[in-house]
C-alpha cells in the first residue's frame, strides 16, 4: 500500500512538474517577483527628505521624469547606443556565422569555442582592457603618434559614447555569435543550391532564402544584446566620461548619492517598459518584413 | 533525336587526392531517360551535380545540346534539378515554391500562373497551392520537388535519388508515375540512384558507376544478360561466381575449365582467344534448378542446403556440394525445408546459362 502523498504525486502530472520547478520558482520569487514588486511600489512614493520617504500613492514620479529633460535624453542616448551596438554586432558577426555554418568542413566546434574564448575572462577586466587600448596614452593613440601620422592623440576615442559603443559591442559579440550560428547552420544547404538551380543569382538566393531563414537568429540576437545593453551601466561608467553616460547611471545615482529612490524606481520601470516595448517592436517588424521579402 | 545531347568528355572532379568522377566519356541522348546506378561514394551523385553546376569539374568538358556549359554557374544552366531531400522552401508556400523558378524568365502574370496550373495538373496536386512543406506527406514533397524544376520547362531534368525517403510501395507508385511523366513531356530525365531495380525499371540506358569510373552503359536487358565485368554482374542481380581458365578455343565456343567441376565448351561472349587466360563463370540462381531427384542437364551436382530463405513468391536456398563451397539458387516451386531430406538436394545448370566474365 503506497503512502497517501506518494499516490498522489505518481498520478498528478502537474504535483510532478510543480515540484521539479520548485526550486528555480522559488529563486525567481524572491530573487525577481518581490524586488520588482518592490521596485514598482517605490515609483508611486515621495522622497520628503534625505532619510524619509513618504508613502502615499502618487503618480508624479512619472511626470517628473518627462519633465525632466536630461531624464529624457539619456533614455533616447540609451536605446540609440544600444542599437548601434546591437546593429554593428549583427553586422559583424553575421559574415562570421554564415562562413563557420557553410563553408567550415572539419571543427566547427573549435571555431566557435576560438571566437568566444575572449569571453572566458570577466566582463570587467575586458572593459579595462578597452581603456588600456583607446585611452590618450592607450595602443591606439600612442602607435599612432610614434608611427607619426598623429600629432595629438585622439579625444573622441577615450571617455566617450564611441568608447562605450566599441566596448560593448565586443563585451556581447559572443552571445549574438551562438543564436545567429544556431539559425544558419540549421538552414540546409541544398536550400541555396535549389535557389542557384531555380536562376538566382548568389545575392538573390541570399535575400530570398538564406536571409529569412536565419530571421529567428537574428531576432534572438537582436534581443540578447539589446535587452542587457540598455541597461548596462559598468562600461558607461569605466568608460563613457559625461559624453557616454547612460539612463543606467542616473538610476544608480538616484538610488546612491542622489538618494531619491521613488525617482529612480520610476526611471527603472520607464526603463523597462521601454524595452518591452522595443524588442516587441524589433520582433513584430522583422517577422513582417520577412514576409514581404518572401 | 540528337543521340549526343549531353556530351560528358573526359571529365574528373578530384576532391583532394580522392578522385570522385575519374576521367569518363559518355553521351545522354535527348529525350531519354537515363540513369547513373552505382554503390554510395561511386561518384553518381558528383557526375550529377557537375551537370547541374553545383561543381566544377577538374579536367574535362560539358556540352549540352551543342553548347558547352562546363564553366557555367547552376542559374545559368538549362538543368533543373530534384533534389534527394526535395529541398522545399520551408518558409513560402507551394505556390510561391512553384513560381519561385519563374521570376527570372521574363513571364507574364497570366504566363506565369498558367504555367504553374498546368505543372500542379501534371503531379496532381491541385488544391495544394497554399500549404507549407511541414504540411505534405514525403510523396507530395517529391511532387512539388518535381513540379518546381519542370514548371521552368528545362532542357534536362536531373534526379538525385528522389524515392529514396519513400516507402517501398509509394516508391512503386513513383516510379511508374515518373516513368509515364517522362514520356509525357518528353525531357531528358538523368536519374541518379543505387537501387538497382529502380534503374533498371525505369531507364532506356543505365550507365553503372564505381569508383569514378563507368563500368557498363548499356540499355537494362543488355546489363543483366550480358555484364562486363564481375562488378556489373555482381552488382545487377544477384550471382554465383566460379573460378575458370580458358582452353582450346572453337569458333564461337571455347573450352573452360572450371575449378573443381572439370573442363566445359560454352559460350565464348569474351571473345577470348588466348589459352590459360583467367576468367570468372557467372551463373545466376534462376537458371539452376533445385530439385530433390537428379537430372539429365549438363551438370548436375548432389548437395547440401546450409540456409534457406523464404521470399514469398520464392525460395532462396544456400547449398553447399562438394565441388563448390557455396551456391545460391531460388526456386519458385512449392519447395521449402521440409521438402529436402536431410536438406539433401540435387543442384542442376545448363552449360547455355553459364556467362564468362573479365576478371577484373
Same mark, same amino acid.
Not at chain 2, 173 to 197: A, C, N, P, W, Y
Not at chain 2, 291 to 312: A, F, H, M, N, P
Given at each position: 500500500?503506497?503512502?497517501?502523498?506518494?499516490?498522489?504525486?505518481?498520478?498528478?502530472?502537474?504535483?510532478?512538474?510543480?515540484?521539479?520547478?520548485?526550486?528555480?520558482?522559488?529563486?525567481?520569487?524572491?530573487?525577481?517577483? !518581490?524586488?520588482?514588486?518592490?521596485?514598482?511600489?517605490?515609483?508611486?512614493?515621495?522622497?520628503?527628505?534625505?532619510?524619509?520617504?513618504?508613502?502615499?500613492?502618487?503618480?508624479?514620479?512619472?511626470?517628473?521624469?518627462?519633465?525632466?529633460?536630461?531624464?529624457?535624453?539619456?533614455?533616447?542616448?540609451?536605446?540609440?547606443?544600444?542599437?548601434?551596438?546591437?546593429?554593428?554586432?549583427?553586422?559583424?558577426?553575421?559574415?562570421?556565422?554564415?562562413?563557420?555554418?557553410?563553408?567550415?568542413?572539419?571543427?566547427?566546434?573549435?571555431?566557435?569555442?576560438?571566437?568566444?574564448?575572449?569571453?572566458?575572462?570577466?566582463?570587467?577586466?575586458?572593459?579595462?582592457?578597452?581603456?588600456?587600448?583607446?585611452?590618450?596614452?592607450?595602443?591606439?593613440?600612442?602607435?599612432?603618434?610614434?608611427?607619426?601620422?598623429?600629432?595629438?592623440?585622439?579625444?573622441?576615442?577615450?571617455?566617450?559614447?564611441?568608447?562605450?559603443? !566599441?566596448?560593448?559591442?565586443?563585451?556581447?559579440?559572443?552571445?549574438?555569435?551562438?543564436?545567429?550560428?544556431?539559425?544558419?547552420?540549421?538552414?540546409?544547404?541544398?536550400?541555396?543550391?535549389?535557389?542557384?538551380?531555380?536562376?538566382?543569382?548568389?545575392?538573390?538566393?541570399?535575400?530570398? !532564402?538564406?536571409?529569412?531563414?536565419?530571421?529567428?537568429?537574428?531576432?534572438?540576437?537582436?534581443? !540578447?544584446?539589446?535587452?542587457?545593453?540598455?541597461?548596462?551601466?559598468?562600461?558607461?561608467?569605466?568608460?563613457?566620461?559625461?559624453?557616454?553616460?547612460?539612463?543606467?547611471?542616473?538610476?544608480?545615482?538616484?538610488?546612491?548619492?542622489?538618494?531619491?529612490?521613488?525617482?529612480?524606481?520610476?526611471?527603472?520601470?520607464?526603463?523597462?517598459?521601454?524595452?518591452?516595448?522595443?524588442?516587441?517592436?524589433?520582433?513584430?517588424?522583422?517577422?513582417?518584413?520577412?514576409?514581404?521579402?518572401? | 533525336?540528337?543521340?549526343?545531347?549531353?556530351?560528358?568528355?573526359?571529365?574528373?572532379?578530384?576532391?583532394?587526392?580522392?578522385?570522385?568522377?575519374?576521367?569518363?566519356?559518355?553521351?545522354?541522348?535527348?529525350?531519354?531517360?537515363?540513369?547513373?546506378?552505382?554503390?554510395?561514394?561511386?561518384?553518381?551523385?558528383?557526375?550529377? $551535380?557537375?551537370?547541374?553546376?553545383?561543381?566544377?569539374?577538374?579536367?574535362?568538358?560539358?556540352?549540352?545540346?551543342?553548347?558547352?556549359?562546363?564553366?557555367?554557374?547552376?542559374?545559368?544552366?538549362?538543368?533543373?534539378?530534384?533534389?534527394?531531400?526535395?529541398?522545399?522552401?520551408?518558409?513560402?508556400?507551394?505556390?510561391?515554391?512553384?513560381?519561385?523558378?519563374?521570376?527570372?524568365?521574363?513571364?507574364?502574370?497570366?504566363?506565369?500562373?498558367?504555367?504553374?496550373?498546368?505543372?500542379?495538373?501534371?503531379?496532381?496536386?491541385?488544391?495544394?497551392?497554399? $500549404?507549407?512543406?511541414?504540411?505534405?506527406?514525403?510523396?507530395?514533397?517529391?511532387?512539388?520537388?518535381?513540379?518546381?524544376?519542370?514548371?521552368?520547362?528545362?532542357?534536362?531534368?536531373?534526379?538525385?535519388?528522389?524515392?529514396?525517403?519513400?516507402?517501398?510501395?509509394?516508391?512503386?507508385?513513383?516510379?511508374?508515375?515518373?516513368?509515364?511523366?517522362?514520356?509525357?513531356?518528353?525531357?531528358?530525365?538523368?536519374?541518379?540512384?543505387?537501387?538497382?531495380?529502380?534503374?533498371?525499371?525505369?531507364?532506356?540506358?543505365?550507365?553503372?558507376?564505381?569508383?569514378?569510373?563507368?563500368?557498363?552503359?548499356?540499355?537494362?536487358?543488355?546489363?543483366?544478360?550480358?555484364?562486363?565485368?564481375?562488378?556489373?554482374?555482381?552488382?545487377?542481380?544477384?550471382?554465383?561466381?566460379?573460378?575458370?581458365?580458358?582452353?582450346?578455343?572453337?569458333?564461337?565456343?571455347?573450352?573452360?575449365?572450371?575449378?573443381?567441376?572439370?573442363?566445359?565448351?560454352?559460350?565464348?561472349?569474351?571473345?577470348?582467344?588466348?589459352?590459360?587466360?583467367?576468367?570468372?563463370?557467372?551463373?545466376?540462381?534462376?537458371?539452376?534448378?533445385?530439385?530433390?531427384?537428379?537430372?539429365?542437364?549438363?551438370?548436375?551436382?548432389?548437395?547440401?542446403? $546450409?540456409?534457406?530463405?523464404?521470399?514469398?513468391?520464392?525460395?532462396?536456398?544456400?547449398?553447399?556440394?562438394?565441388?563448390?563451397?557455396?551456391?545460391?539458387?531460388?526456386?519458385?516451386?512449392?519447395?521449402?525445408?521440409?521438402?529436402?531430406?536431410?536438406?539433401?538436394?540435387?543442384?542442376?545448370?545448363?552449360?547455355?546459362?553459364?556467362?564468362?566474365?573479365?576478371?577484373?
Amino acid at each position: 500500500m503506497l503512502n497517501p502523498l506518494k499516490s498522489i504525486y505518481a498520478k498528478s502530472e502537474p504535483a510532478r512538474a510543480y515540484s521539479l520547478l520548485s526550486p528555480a520558482l522559488i529563486l525567481v520569487t524572491l530573487v525577481m517577483l !518581490i524586488p520588482l514588486t518592490l521596485m514598482l511600489s517605490f515609483s508611486f512614493f515621495t522622497q520628503t527628505s534625505f532619510t524619509e520617504i513618504d508613502y502615499s500613492f502618487t503618480v508624479q514620479r512619472y511626470i517628473d521624469f518627462f519633465q525632466k529633460n536630461l531624464l529624457v535624453s539619456l533614455l533616447i542616448k540609451s536605446i540609440k547606443i544600444s542599437f548601434l551596438v546591437t546593429l554593428i554586432t549583427l553586422l559583424t558577426a553575421y559574415p562570421v556565422c554564415y562562413y563557420i555554418a557553410f563553408y567550415v568542413k572539419k571543427n566547427k566546434m573549435l571555431w566557435l569555442v576560438l571566437l568566444t574564448l575572449p569571453f572566458w575572462t570577466s566582463y570587467l577586466l575586458r572593459v579595462f582592457s578597452w581603456k588600456i587600448i583607446l585611452g590618450t596614452k592607450g595602443v591606439i593613440n600612442s602607435s599612432l603618434i610614434n608611427v607619426g601620422l598623429l600629432n595629438e592623440p585622439l579625444t573622441f576615442l577615450m571617455y566617450s559614447e564611441t568608447a562605450v559603443i !566599441i566596448t560593448l559591442t565586443h563585451a556581447w559579440a559572443a552571445f549574438a555569435l551562438l543564436p545567429l550560428y544556431v539559425s544558419l547552420d540549421k538552414i540546409d544547404f541544398s536550400l541555396i543550391e535549389a535557389g542557384r538551380d531555380l536562376g538566382l543569382s548568389r545575392f538573390e538566393v541570399f535575400w530570398k !532564402i538564406t536571409l529569412p531563414l536565419s530571421l529567428p537568429g537574428i531576432i534572438g540576437a537582436i534581443l !540578447i544584446i539589446f535587452i542587457p545593453t540598455v541597461g548596462d551601466y559598468v562600461t558607461p561608467a569605466l568608460l563613457g566620461g559625461t559624453d557616454g553616460r547612460m539612463l543606467s547611471n542616473m538610476i544608480q545615482g538616484y538610488f546612491g548619492k542622489i538618494n531619491n529612490i521613488p525617482l529612480g524606481a520610476a526611471s527603472a520601470t520607464i526603463m523597462l517598459f521601454t524595452v518591452a516595448i522595443v524588442t516587441m517592436a524589433v520582433s513584430y517588424s522583422t517577422k513582417k518584413l520577412s514576409q514581404r521579402m518572401s | 533525336m540528337n543521340n549526343s545531347f549531353i556530351q560528358i568528355h573526359e571529365i574528373s572532379k578530384h576532391f583532394g587526392s580522392v578522385r570522385a568522377v575519374d576521367n569518363v566519356s559518355f553521351q545522354i541522348h535527348e529525350g531519354e531517360f537515363f540513369s547513373l546506378l552505382g554503390p554510395s561514394g561511386c561518384g553518381k551523385t558528383t557526375l550529377l $551535380r557537375l551537370l547541374a553546376g553545383f561543381e566544377f569539374p577538374t579536367n574535362g568538358k560539358l556540352l549540352l545540346d551543342g553548347i558547352d556549359i562546363t564553366s557555367l554557374p547552376p542559374d545559368k544552366r538549362p538543368t533543373n534539378m530534384v533534389f534527394q531531400n526535395y529541398a522545399i522552401f520551408p518558409h513560402i508556400n507551394v505556390e510561391k515554391n512553384i513560381q519561385f523558378g519563374l521570376r527570372k524568365l521574363g513571364l507574364s502574370k497570366e504566363e506565369i500562373e498558367k504555367r504553374v496550373k498546368d505543372v500542379l495538373s501534371l503531379v496532381k496536386l491541385e488544391g495544394y497551392e497554399e $500549404r507549407f512543406s511541414s504540411q505534405l506527406s514525403g510523396g507530395q514533397r517529391q511532387r512539388v520537388a518535381l513540379a518546381r524544376a519542370l514548371v521552368r520547362q528545362p532542357k534536362v531534368l536531373l534526379l538525385d535519388e528522389p524515392l529514396g525517403a519513400l516507402d517501398k510501395k509509394l516508391r512503386d507508385e513513383m516510379q511508374l508515375e515518373l516513368r509515364s511523366l517522362q514520356k509525357e513531356i518528353g525531357i531528358t530525365f538523368v536519374f541518379v540512384t543505387h537501387d538497382q531495380q529502380e534503374a533498371i525499371s525505369m531507364s532506356d540506358r543505365v550507365a553503372v558507376m564505381s569508383e569514378g569510373k563507368i563500368q557498363q552503359l548499356s540499355a537494362p536487358n543488355e546489363l543483366y544478360k550480358n555484364p562486363q565485368n564481375i562488378f556489373v554482374s555482381d552488382f545487377i542481380g544477384e550471382t554465383n561466381f566460379l573460378k575458370a581458365s580458358t582452353k582450346a578455343q572453337d569458333g564461337e565456343h571455347i573450352n573452360v575449365s572450371i575449378e573443381n567441376l572439370g573442363e566445359f565448351k560454352i559460350k565464348n561472349n569474351l571473345n577470348i582467344s588466348e589459352n590459360s587466360f583467367d576468367v570468372v563463370c557467372s551463373i545466376r540462381p534462376e537458371a539452376m534448378k533445385i530439385d530433390t531427384v537428379k537430372s539429365d542437364w549438363d551438370i548436375c551436382l548432389e548437395g547440401k542446403i $546450409r540456409q534457406t530463405s523464404y521470399l514469398g513468391e520464392m525460395t532462396k536456398f544456400y547449398v553447399e556440394t562438394k565441388e563448390l563451397e557455396k551456391i545460391i539458387t531460388v526456386s519458385s516451386q512449392h519447395f521449402d525445408n521440409q521438402s529436402f531430406k536431410n536438406n539433401d538436394c540435387f543442384i542442376s545448370i545448363s552449360l547455355e546459362d553459364i556467362s564468362l566474365l573479365n576478371k577484373k
